[in-house]
């Protein structure tokens, strides 16, 4: 008799679903990580005034629908609120938004961008659509139909994870 561990067989059944799911997860994580940090660092590299960090240009994606106090913006991007305060500062003083009167209580500010502000979104936009999309024409027809495919499904994902699933 062998005094060496015999494996286990593999799960079935539920079990394996979640091994499975798990698998997937961790994949998932990966390839996303990956994707951001290629990304952030081939437009950098291509765009050296693209020195946003991205936590700021989320806020301003946020700000592009409509001027927001700070403790609206920290719970829509669920940060502390000093945390969106130090952003917002660092965005104040590079003229990106500015402080409005809020209609509703004279003693708060809403943030607003800026006309640069919406100008530094649009480029900030653009340059990653043209990045993206010369990716994109560098897949073969079949990966890149795969990922197209995906998109839909990732949406959902995004928004489950956010906490805004329009399907719940």
Do not use: C, Y
Request: no cysteine; proline share 9%; hydrophobic share 40%.
């Amino acid at each position: 008799m062998s005094s060496q561990p015999q494996p286990l067989p593999p799960p079935t059944g539920p079990a394996a679903a979640g091994a499975d799911t798990l698998a997937g997860a961790q994949q998932l994580t990966d390839v996303i990580t990956r994707l951001r940090r290629a990304l952030r660092s081939s437009i950098r590299s291509e765009f050296p005034w693209e020195a946003l960090p991205m936590a700021q240009v989320e806020l301003l994606q946020t700000l592009a629908a409509s001027p927001l106090r700070v403790g609206e913006l920290a719970a829509r991007q669920r940060l502390a609120p000093n945390t969106v305060s130090g952003l917002i500062s660092k965005l104040l003083e590079a003229g990106l938004v500015d402080r409005q009167p809020d209609p509703g209580d004279r003693r708060t500010a809403r943030i607003a961008l800026t006309e640069a502000g919406h100008q530094q979104l649009r480029d900030w936009q653009s340059a990653h659509e043209r990045r993206l999309a010369t990716a994109l024409e560098s897949l073969t027809p079949t990966d890149r139909d795969a990922v197209m495919r995906a998109l839909p499904g990732l949406d959902r994902l995004a928004h489950s994870l956010a906490g805004t699933d329009p399907l719940r």
